[in-house]
């Protein structure tokens, strides 16, 4: 079965640096999808990043950009020139290619503090 | 577009009793999930329905069933409440064609069971 990993429950960065946060998992299929969810306080699950284990490229959008090392199964999201509004737990999350199965699989999440 | 929503937010009920919560999926699309999220844990999949029947199904027991209409909104029901239930229920909804990885994911109903 599949498992996700996120080894650090809480973070903080200052306003405007950057952070990292870690996330591994275990599969052992070849191809399937990796997302970061941002969940703010509001409950709204949203989606900030997505790769596809196919792709040898890191997924990048604007601020948020991934590095993904497939064959560590490690799959970590930075968050550049951090910004209030980031402040929110950080679930990294699997999803398989195979087939119809289209359940998402969560890590246990990571808090992200921002300092002003 | 109001994207994906659900009701009631906020719900208390009394152990052993019966709950049903409610999802409305985003316009367009037709198979909806359900999720479970525990105090500080992430979400845990419970089961999806498309085409009105269920699809496939996580590790939660009977007491957890559900029902989609043709419409495609959906209910989830939980039967003989356990203290354990008490979590943040998220719906999630996703088109069939299209960007398969594409699930949006409602506010969610907070559930306290006592």
């Known amino acids: 079965a599949q498992t996700v990993t996120q080894s650090q429950p809480e973070m903080s960065v200052q306003e405007a640096e950057t952070v990292t946060l870690s996330c591994t998992y275990d599969?052992?299929?070849?191809?399937?999808?990796l997302f970061w969810y941002k969940q703010p306080p509001s409950r709204q699950m949203i989606l900030v990043i997505r790769?596809?284990?196919?792709?040898?490229q890191n997924a990048t959008e604007n601020r948020f950009s991934v590095n993904f090392q497939k064959a560590a199964k490690s799959f970590s999201l930075k968050i550049s020139d951090s910004q209030l509004g980031d402040a929110a737990m950080y679930f990294c999350?699997?999803?398989?290619?195979?087939?119809?199965?289209?359940?998402?699989?969560f890590g246990k999440g990571t808090r992200l503090h921002i300092l002003p | 577009d109001a994207g994906v929503t659900q009701s009631p937010t906020h719900l208390i009920k009394t152990r052993g009793q019966q709950v049903t919560l409610r999802c409305s999926p985003k316009?367009?699309?037709?198979?909806v999930s359900w999720y479970q999220q525990a105090l500080g844990q992430g979400p845990q999949f419970i089961f999806q329905?498309?085409?009105?029947?269920?699809?496939q199904r996580g590790n939660f027991p009977d007491r957890f069933s559900g029902h989609q209409f043709p419409n495609y909104s959906s209910e989830l029901n939980v039967n003989a409440l356990l203290l354990g239930d008490s979590a943040l229920y998220l719906c999630?909804?996703?088109?069939?064609?299209?960007?398969?990885?594409?699930?949006?994911f409602g506010p969610g109903t907070r559930l306290t069971v006592t």
């Open positions: 999630a909804s996703s088109p069939t064609s299209g960007s398969i990885y594409e699930q949006y």
């Open positions: 599969t052992s299929e070849s191809d399937y999808y």
């Open positions: 790769q596809e284990a196919y792709k040898q």
């Open positions: 999350a699997y999803r398989t290619l195979r087939g119809r199965d289209d359940k998402i699989i």
């Open positions: 316009s367009g699309h037709d198979t």
């Open positions: 329905y498309y085409e009105e029947e269920e699809r």
